[in-house]
């Protein structure tokens, strides 16, 4: 569960980026802050070597970046909010889901895939609530973000 992974640090609520590429970039300086054993080059292109498969923006408005690493010891989240939206379009996918304002970030190890599609599934099911991804939007602390998860998968 989402509520399982975040913490106040790994909730960033006013994102700077406004395209994908700096979206990446912003959101995995936050992990390397959580975790400066992480290699940044790695995780960066891990997470650019997915989204070539197909783009992670799931719905309008939503995108769950995600990739696997050998060797890391546990799973990493964040999650981040962008009050002006994010251009999450590349010149393979145009999504249709423009502009992006909640994003989620999943590295796993790429050795549990167990984890891997288990938590990518909760996210996914908690997004598919307008009224959760509305609340999220209208939060204005750290803690607001964690209530607002933990009520939702409480129901």
Avoid: W
Wanted: proline share 1%; aromatic share 8%; net charge negative.
């Amino acid at each position: 569960m989402l509520s399982d992974l975040l913490k106040k640090e790994n909730i960033l609520l006013n994102l700077e980026s406004t395209e994908k590429e700096e979206l990446f970039a912003e959101m995995v300086e936050a992990i390397i802050h959580i975790d400066s054993s992480l290699n940044r080059d790695v995780v960066l292109r891990a997470l650019f070597s997915r989204e070539e498969l197909m783009s992670t923006c799931v719905k309008k408005g939503i995108a769950i970046p995600h990739a696997s690493i050998s060797g890391i010891e546990k799973t990493y989240c964040i999650l981040g909010l962008s009050k002006t939206g994010i251009d999450y379009t590349d010149e393979v996918y145009s999504s249709g889901c423009e502009p992006v304002h909640v994003v989620v970030m999943f590295i796993f190890d790429s050795n549990n895939s167990n984890d891997h599609l288990k938590n990518l599934a909760c996210c996914a099911h908690d997004f598919q609530s307008e009224e959760f991804y509305t609340n999220l939007l209208k939060a204005e602390s750290q803690e607001e973000v964690l209530n607002i998860v933990r009520e939702f998968e409480s129901q």
